[in-house]
């Protein structure tokens, strides 16, 4: 590689601005869902006194990142973080919501404790709405990088801009894409592979509604494909698999993919 070549990674390094690395703040999230739910660790076993410690540990530490985030120089973050975790009791009962939703959609779900402990689509919702919260709080880069973590961990991918209800069920969810500016109503129920996308790609249309609307009671099977921000799934609808959607559909629709079947005949050989 010729001196040019190093100039230019150099030069690059030097542009760089200083944020934590992406396995702090997703450590920072998981301890907190930790706290939240003693479910995921081994033998919890703490005092409320040291329950308030560990609190406020978690805290000082999303301050710390803040502060070390450089595009967040200019930011309250102590007010920021102060108003994050004033509204933890509600961003825990979404979350609560969330296995409810699970544990009465699913058969194969015996408790809460087995969905908590491992069901990826809960974890995936989970750190979507730690960061949505701090989405809205207009904090950059943190949401993203634990929505992408919980994409690496589930294969799950929902951007922190998505607008989502109570009660989501998200079953086995592989493959699964909630994109930007999607709106996602109460008890929907959403399967591998599917996905809510936008029609055009195009980068003018960053700050438009790309994405559909699900609204509430909503089925999506598994490999569907939604696409379009004036795309409206009425309420209480249920999308078949591999159905391939751009246009909206009134409350109570099903949709389907109707395929050719071939039939194929076997002799018989007794």
């Known amino acids: 590689m010729n001196e040019e070549f190093y100039l230019h990674i150099f030069n690059k ?10 396995q702090e703040i997703a ?24 329950i308030k410690r560990l609190f406020l540990k978690q805290e000082k530490e999303l301050v710390r990142l803040l502060n070390a985030t450089k595009a967040c120089e200019d930011f309250n ?21 969330d296995i409810a939703a699970i544990l009465s959609g699913d058969p194969a779900a015996k408790n809460e404790f087995e969905i908590i402990r491992s069901y990826p689509g809960f ?7 730690i960061a ?3 989405l809205n709080a207009h904090v950059p880069l943190v949401p993203r990088i634990l929505t992408e973590y919980g994409h690496s961990l589930t294969g799950i991918d ?3 801009g998505a607008l989502i209800g109570e009660y989501l069920y998200i079953d086995h969810g592989t493959g699964l894409v909630i994109g930007e500016t999607t709106v996602i109503g109460n008890h929907v129920k959403l399967y591998q592979g ?30 569907a494909t939604i696409l379009g921000g004036e795309t409206v799934v009425g309420a209480n609808s249920i999308i078949g698999g591999n159905v391939w ?18 039939v194929i005949e076997t002799k018989d050989t007794k």
Do not use: C
């Not at 390094?13 to 992406?22: M, T």
């Not at 974890?123 to 709405?129: D, G, M, P, W």
């Not at 936008?198 to 509604?209: G, H, I, P, Q, W």
């Open 13 to 22: 390094q030097n542009r760089i601005e200083p944020v934590p690395s992406n």
């Open 27 to 50: 450590d920072w999230a998981i301890n907190l869902m930790n706290l939240l739910y003693p479910e995921r660790l081994t033998t919890p076993d703490y005092s409320i006194n040291e």
């Open 77 to 97: 973050n102590e007010g920021i973080v102060t108003a994050f975790f004033e509204g933890l009791p509600e961003l825990y009962r979404k979350m609560n919501t």
């Open 123 to 129: 974890l995936a919702i989970a750190l979507y709405r």
């Open 132 to 134: 949505h919260v701090l």
């Open 158 to 160: 929902i951007h922190p």
């Open 194 to 223: 599917v996905t809510l996308g936008a029609l055009s790609v195009e980068k003018y249309m960053a700050d438009t509604k790309r994405h559909p609307t699900i609204q509430d009671h909503v089925i999506i099977y598994s490999g």
């Open 245 to 262: 959607l751009t246009k909206s559909v009134p409350a109570g629709s099903t949709v389907y993919n109707q395929s050719s079947i071939k």
